[in-house]
């Protein structure tokens, strides 16, 4: 079946009539082409968005880990300036932790100046025996 299509063009100053015939069939809808195009196209956007999605997900549960890790150091050096000053100390108690925070461990480490009035105080958080966050301090007499 033909549909007949006429339209008028101006070219040059000139008035052109066009007639083209055009077949119903072209009109039908999508070849399977398209369909499978627009298909694989839509998976790869799915696909990328999702892989942004874990890795966005993966960057947030880490940064977490390293926040509590280095909230965790500073209360425990906050601690061990309270404490009393220990002439000669290798180490000072680390501050309970809550149950909450079961994983993390924390190691305190002490080191002597030569004029034994400043420490040099180095807290080193773990969560699950990986070092998350190291902290730096001193203790003066």
Known sequence: MFRRISRTKFESGRILSVTTHKTLRSQDGFSLLEVLLSIA?????????????????????????????????????????????????????AAPLSSEYAAYTVDIDCENARDSTLQKITI???????????????KVQ
């Open 41 to 93: 196209l839509i998976a790869i956007i799915v696909t990328t968005f999702f892989a942004g999605l874990g890795t966005g997900s993966k960057a947030l549960f880490v940064a977490d880990q390293h926040n509590t890790a280095k909230e965790l150091a500073q209360s425990q050096m906050e601690y061990v300036k309270q404490q009393p000053y220990l002439l000669n100390a290798t180490s000072y108690s």
């Open 124 to 138: 080193t958080t773990s969560l699950e025996g990986t070092e998350v966050y190291r902290l730096e301090g001193y």
